[in-house]
């Protein structure tokens, strides 16, 4: 079995999953000529705008003259540009401030219902034993929503990434994550088509949804065998391993995904996990 990173979105209410999925249908691709504005939908964000219409964050965030990382608010207007209008606005816009390739620093977190010590560390790429270190809580504590935590940096303990050279990439509210290169150009093209023709785009669950390290597997393993996280398979027999599978945040995206994938190479492989799927080629 396969093990579903990002759990944190299982916690969300079903009503507001819904909203996000509405928000996405409504965003509808800018047209050529001009920008479009586009009504903030419940739920929506500047990466979920401009991934629906297949334009990077700080390309719709230069265009309205925002952050990449400014939140929006239902009802307020943003203006969705052309390719041309965007490459433009990027060209006249001051270049980001340049900053060390370091790894996210320590933060303070609310816990949301549904979350655990394992979900939070899994989305945020540290142990749970260097969150629960972090915050003065044994690794096998429960959380409440509403309390508050401290995030640790991902360099204190985390789980790390390596040997992704020659990968392909997939984009994903984490940043770009990685595939074998047929995978990863697949994905893309499948991506595209459900964004475009079923308004729903298609991303993993977690930051470790796509490839993962045999170091990354180990420990999900061990989290499995000490009863503090999901089913995980080994290391050396999970399909993540050789970039070939992903976990699909939501439900729906699996189930856009068994009406298009099989014209891409990719299908649900585990019927007990609808948010595994798995290139074939």
């Keep these: 079995m396969q093990v579903r990173m990002g759990l944190g979105y299982r916690g969300r209410a079903a009503g507001a999953c819904a909203a996000i999925v509405a928000g996405a249908m409504a965003v509808a691709p800018a047209q050529a000529g001009a920008a479009v504005a586009h009504v903030v939908q419940p739920g929506e964000t500047l990466w979920s705008i401009s991934a629906a219409n297949n334009l990077t964050t700080r390309t719709v965030a230069v265009f309205n003259g925002l952050s990449e990382d400014s939140h929006v608010v239902e009802g307020q207007t943003i203006n969705v540009p052309t390719v041309e209008e965007g490459a433009a606005a990027l060209a006249s816009a001051p270049a980001p401030a340049s900053a060390p390739a370091a790894t996210p620093a320590a933060g303070a977190r609310v816990v949301q219902?549904?979350?655990?010590?394992?979900?939070?560390?899994?989305?945020?790429?540290?142990?749970?034993?260097?969150?629960?270190?972090?915050?003065?809580?044994?690794?096998?504590?429960?959380?409440?929503?509403?309390?508050s935590i401290t995030v640790p940096a991902a360099g204190s303990g985390g789980v790390h990434q390596t040997g992704t050279e020659g990968m392909g990439h997939i984009p994903s509210p984490y940043g770009e994550l990685h595939l074998d290169p047929g995978a990863a150009e697949s994905w893309n093209a499948m991506r595209s088509d459900s964004l475009a023709n079923h308004g729903v785009d298609l991303y993993p669950g977690g930051p470790a949804s796509a490839y993962r390290t045999a170091e990354q597997q180990q420990e999900l393993y061990d989290l499995y065998l000490s009863g503090q996280g999901p089913p995980a398979n080994p290391p050396g027999t999970s399909s993540h391993e050789t970039g070939s599978a992903v976990d699909v945040a939501e439900p729906i995206m699996r189930d856009v995904i068994d009406q298009i994938g099989g014209a891409y190479g990719w299908s649900g492989t585990i019927p007990s996990e609808w948010w595994h799927v798995a290139y074939g080629g």
């Design 113 to 147: 219902p549904g979350e655990s010590l394992w979900s939070v560390a899994t989305a945020n790429g540290v142990t749970v034993e260097a969150l629960a270190a972090a915050n003065g809580m044994a690794s096998h504590a429960h959380l409440i929503a509403g309390q």
